[in-house]
């Protein structure tokens, strides 16, 4: 795994997010966790120093809905692990499976400052598979880089499975086709659950079953539903089929999630909205504009920001959330929406998300406020190790960003 450093980076603007900015500030990192947060922060002898001469220190940025190493870039069909569309629940996949962490787009988040991605199966089933969150770089294999693999499932709604199987002939063809491929599943894990609990009781054998398995943990609150949902009758479909069956729904998309801010508020349901650099491709997201968010976000709705990568480049996940300051959404909110806010919603707020004690060393230096399109990630690091550094005097005065290598790293 990427190794745990011990650094201090002092004389740095800190933003910690989840508090108060701190003004000439120091960040202390023992064996690649953060041990301590302010102006007055004793380094001990011998760990590295790093002056940040005044330059903004944030925690990584967090993905919160992505496809990066599943759907690797200019690979083609060979590269495209995202949708096993072959059955319309794939409740026993699992997104870890099919993670290619040497694919390009790794490179590029830590260049666009984001440590950290949820990854996850795509949108063409009604239930597409179990989620995992990763650090963006730093394993041998992408198991030293999971931050949690109980995290979520993924699930759609709207017009991609009512598409993919509608051209199949198969069901689930129409929204309620759609509706009713999850109801069922919650239904049979159901059923499961008490079986295998009346079973386990008696000391009698049981078949297990993955899929069930996983959609029994869903019901206990284990695992969030990340359901991708664009339109606000089928945001109203999703907030149903939550209440049925009493899981912790997270909306994934939310175009129109604005038009019912104030049952989402009223719901503390939060959105995780984007991608919204995209044109309008499909009838579901011709509603789509930044200002969205910040009227979700307004109306008390708890927000984060998706690139959707590979539909958006996951380094420009920092640009939507300035986008979305220009179009009225709070500054501090938007930041929060691509730090604390998806660590918090997905339960990897005890890791990351934040500048504070007992978090990973996760924390990217700025050479100024990174909601300015004219600044830049300078230095990155993960788990205290510096992973990635802007060079501004390389390709011939250009500049360009190194990414410390796996070859070198573990040589």
Same mark, same amino acid.
């Given at each position: 795994m990427t190794t745990r450093s011990s650094i201090a980076i002092t004389h740095a603007y800190v933003v910690p997010v989840a508090s108060a900015p701190i003004e000439d500030g120091?960040?202390?990192?023992?064996?690649?966790? #953060?041990?301590?947060?302010?102006?007055?922060?004793?380094?001990?002898?011998?760990?590295?120093?790093?002056?940040?001469?005044?330059?903004?220190?944030?925690?990584?940025?967090?993905?919160? *809905?992505?496809? #990066?190493?599943?759907h690797e870039e200019g690979e083609g069909w060979a590269g495209n692990d995202t949708n096993e569309m072959t059955d319309p629940n794939g409740s026993a996949l699992r997104a870890i499976d099919a993670v290619q962490i040497d694919e390009e787009g790794f490179r590029d988040a830590l260049a666009g400052g984001v440590t950290t991605a949820v990854i996850k199966p795509g949108s063409g089933n009604p239930i597409g598979g179990q989620t995992v969150a990763i650090k963006t770089w730093g394993g041998r294999t992408i198991d030293e880089q999971v931050i949690s693999d109980s995290v979520s499932v993924k699930s759609a709604l709207g017009e991609n499975p009512k598409r993919v199987y509608g051209d199949k002939k198969q069901l689930p063809s129409t929204r309620l086709g759609v509706?009713?491929?999850?109801?069922?599943?919650? %239904?049979?894990?159901?059923?499961?659950? &008490?079986?295998?609990?009346?079973?386990?009781?008696?000391?009698?054998?049981?078949?297990?079953?993955?899929?069930?398995?996983?959609?029994?943990?869903?019901?206990?609150?284990?695992?969030?539903?990340?359901?991708?949902?664009?339109?606000?009758?089928? =945001?109203?479909?999703?907030?149903?089929?939550?209440?049925?069956?009493?899981?912790?729904? %997270?909306?994934?998309?939310?175009?129109?999630? *604005?038009?019912?801010?104030?049952?989402?508020?009223?719901?503390?349901?939060? %959105?995780?909205?984007?991608?919204?650099?995209?044109?309008?491709?499909?009838?579901?997201?011709?509603?789509?504009a930044n200002r969205n968010i910040a009227a979700m976000a307004a109306a008390g709705v708890r927000v984060? =920001?998706?690139?959707?990568?590979? %539909?958006?480049? =996951?380094?420009?996940?920092? *640009?939507? &959330?300035?986008? &979305? &300051?220009?179009?009225?959404?709070?500054?501090?909110?938007?930041?929060?929406? =691509?730090?604390?806010n998806p660590a918090s919603f997905l339960r990897l707020d005890d890791r990351v998300g934040s500048i504070k004690e007992g978090l990973d060393g996760d924390v990217v230096l700025w050479s100024g406020d990174p909601l300015d399109t004219d600044q830049r990630a300078e230095r990155v690091f993960i788990t205290g190790t510096e992973v990635y550094t802007?060079?501004?005097?390389?390709?011939?005065?250009?500049?360009?960003?190194?990414v410390q290598e796996r070859s070198a790293r573990f040589a």
């Open positions: 120091t960040v202390l990192i023992e064996d690649g966790v #953060i041990t301590a947060v302010g102006q007055d922060v004793v380094v001990p002898d011998g760990v590295e120093t790093i002056d940040a001469q005044g330059r903004w220190l944030l925690p990584g940025f967090v993905e919160a *809905h992505g496809h #990066i190493g599943i509706a009713n491929v999850i109801r069922k599943a919650f %239904v049979d894990a159901q059923n499961y659950a &008490a079986k295998r609990d009346a079973a386990a009781e008696e000391g009698k054998p049981f078949d297990r079953d993955l899929g069930k398995e996983t959609l029994a943990r869903v019901l206990a609150g284990e695992l969030a539903w990340d359901q991708h949902t664009h339109r606000a009758d089928d =945001i109203a479909t999703a907030i149903r089929l939550s209440e049925e069956f009493g899981y912790r729904l %997270v909306i994934n998309h939310g175009t129109e999630g *604005h038009l019912v801010a104030d049952v989402l508020a009223e719901k503390d349901i939060p %959105v995780i909205y984007g991608p919204m650099f995209v044109s309008r491709s499909k009838v579901e997201v011709r509603h789509r984060a =920001i998706t690139t959707d990568h590979p %539909v958006i480049p =996951i380094n420009f996940l920092v *640009h939507q &959330a300035s986008f &979305a &300051a220009r179009d009225g959404l709070p500054r501090e909110t938007a930041l929060a929406a =691509i730090t604390a802007w060079d501004p005097a390389a390709d011939a005065g250009r500049g360009a960003g190194r």
